[in-house]
């Protein structure tokens, strides 16, 4: 999912490592006795239909009330959920899904194949024009039937009734009986039972979508889903409530209840935490770090993990001076990522010298152009323009949207003007148009903050092949393509073995550190505070709203 303007929606979906939080100390008022988890959100929701969301507040929202066929660990790995088990032909080219015996809805009545059918034909079709639809486009038929719509959402193609029926017969999925459904993909694609977890599968009831197709989803009575809890209010942008479900095929949750209350100030609901009214509050705004932890009564329960958000320094491989390689190593030598993310950005990010966050799978360990002002120098005078003074202006660009984007770009300018002598033009840009400048290659800033990626399913095939094969959208609007890198990625991509599948992403992850296509800074870190009475949680590294809102559902309690 790359920080651009639509991709920038997306979740970062989904888990892949966790940290397992200790008991934390007393320092806060007396909750009430009630085993219901109130949550602060900061933005509530344009809106939470599954086959349309894209958000991470969006996606939070859908998360205790429904199940895909499949789920994530805290640790990043796939386990049955609705289906108890998968299956692949011979070459990954069909994947079938087994249901479990006896699911049903949380209003009791049989949850089968076909429900899953409909949220794949919904995800798919010209007439939702969902967000996400493109994650499904490997399923035979699914990239036709929603190209029916043309390329413009906003002035949707016409088509027939006969048009779009015959695009939706040719989906490639089938309902084998009540409990089997199979996909029917475009290539292999060894990974795909991990995006069956996705929130494009959750089983949406059609009779209730078919009575109200655009605001079906803004009444918690229709929300009648097949996860732990179940929707018991809504009240826009103040509440959102559940309780805990009798139907849910593992169990009733521990928690009576979940609340997401919104308070759009992290200030504001700091102090609701204080006072015992919140149980987990969201610290967004950095700034308000070093207070939190400054403060005797607060800082006990503050708690900082990494996600699964790897941002960088991007440049356009086509533009001088960063055709040449060792200008970028020399970039990536003078940078202090350490004093970056604990100075600059008051911890709230990790270093990282390498694409993929440590701890996820693909992810490699390296200390390759890790912060060495020496060889920064060293490297500047073994590019072809023999030290900075021969370098051609560099203009930085960074989104201006985002007050202390400023602040940390004056920082990374006057290392480089430090270290290297290299002087920086900065560019502070509009949001949208810096999101438009880095959608074709043309355009493509010459050097620019915070160019990343967030990840939307715990496989390296969703960090590495879609992000940087040379026929990816992302790299070829910088315009970085390395065959061998294409190679490598390719086996691991099509190759069943999960564990050989990894040597080939891993080996692919070394070359693009070697590559230096851009400059790895760090992975963002979550922030909160957390009352001490919560326990029987993860916080895993896609829990970007809350410690806990994919993997600890059912654990999760107050005591």
């Known amino acids: 999912m790359s920080i651009s303007a639509r991709w920038a929606r997306l979740a970062a979906l989904l888990v892949a490592f966790a940290l397992v939080i200790p008991t934390l100390a007393v320092g806060v008022a007396a909750q009430d006795d009630a085993n219901v988890l109130r949550i602060h959100q900061l933005t509530y929701p344009d809106d939470f239909d599954p086959q349309k969301s894209s958000f991470t507040s969006e996606i939070v929202v859908m998360l205790p009330a429904y199940e895909g066929l499949t789920k994530f660990t805290n640790q990043g790995e796939t386990i049955p959920a609705a289906a108890e088990r998968w299956e692949y032909n011979e070459d990954a080219t069909e994947v079938t899904f087994f249901l479990r015996e006896g699911l049903t809805y949380s209003d009791g ?9 409909y949220a794949v034909e919904r995800t798919c ?69 991990t995006v069956a977890a996705l929130w494009v599968f959750f089983p949406v009831k059609q009779e209730i979508v078919d009575a109200a197709p655009d605001n079906w989803w803004q009444s918690a009575e229709n929300h009648i889903g097949n996860g732990p809890f179940n929707f018991t209010g809504i009240e826009e942008q103040q509440l959102i409530s559940y309780e805990a479900s009798e139907t849910y095929w593992e169990g009733r949750p521990q928690l009576d209840g979940l609340e997401y209350q919104y308070i759009p100030e992290s200030a504001v609901a700091i102090e609701a935490f204080r006072s015992g009214e919140l149980d987990i509050v969201d610290i967004e705004n950095s700034a308000l770090i070093p207070q939190v932890q400054g403060d005797p009564e607060l800082s006990p329960n503050f708690l900082s993990y990494p996600t699964a958000w790897s941002s960088g320094l991007g440049y356009n491989l086509t533009l001088e001076p960063f055709t040449d390689q060792k200008v970028r190593e020399a970039f990536s030598y003078a940078f202090d990522r350490e004093t970056y993310c604990t100075t600059i950005r008051n911890g709230d990010c990790t270093p990282l010298t390498s694409w993929i966050p440590q701890g996820i799978p693909g992810s490699i360990e390296t200390d390759a152009f890790a912060f060495d002002p020496e060889a920064a120098v060293q490297a500047l005078a073994e590019s072809s323009y023999g030290g900075p003074e021969a370098l051609p202006e560099i203009s930085f660009f960074y989104n201006s949207n985002d007050s202390a984007n400023t602040a940390r770009a004056e920082w990374i300018a006057g290392q480089y003007r430090d270290i290297l002598g290299v002087e920086l033009v900065l560019e502070p840009t509009e949001g949208t148009t810096w999101t438009d400048l880095r959608k074709s290659l043309e355009t493509y800033p010459q050097m620019g903050l915070n160019i990343g990626w967030i990840q939307d399913y715990p496989d390296p095939q969703n960090w590495l092949s879609v992000y940087w094969k040379c026929d990816a959208s992302f790299a070829q609007r910088f315009g970085y393509c390395n065959e061998e890198f294409d190679e490598l990625v390719t086996q691991g991509d099509t190759t069943l073995d999960p564990e050989e ?33 919560v326990t029987g949680y993860e916080a895993g590294a896609s829990d970007v709203e809350w410690p806990g809102e994919f993997g600890s559902l059912m654990t999760i309690t107050k005591e």
């Open 501 to 533: 599948r990894l040597t080939f992403y891993e080996q692919a992850g070394e070359i693009l550190v070697a590559d230096q296509p851009m400059t790895f800074v760090h992975a963002i870190n979550a922030n909160y505070l957390v009352n001490p009475a």
């Open 125 to 193: 079709s010209p007439r939702v024009l969902g967000e996400y639809n493109s994650i499904l486009f490997e399923i035979e038929g699914c990239a036709e039937f929603a190209g029916l719509a043309g390329d413009d959402p906003a002035a949707p193609a016409e088509f027939t009734d006969e048009q779009y029926n015959e695009a939706a017969a040719a989906l490639g999925v089938e309902v084998v009986d009540d409990r089997t459904l199979t996909l029917r993909l475009t290539n292999p694609a060894p990974y795909y039972h």
């Open 109 to 117: 009545s049989p949850l089968t194949a076909d429900n899953f059918r």
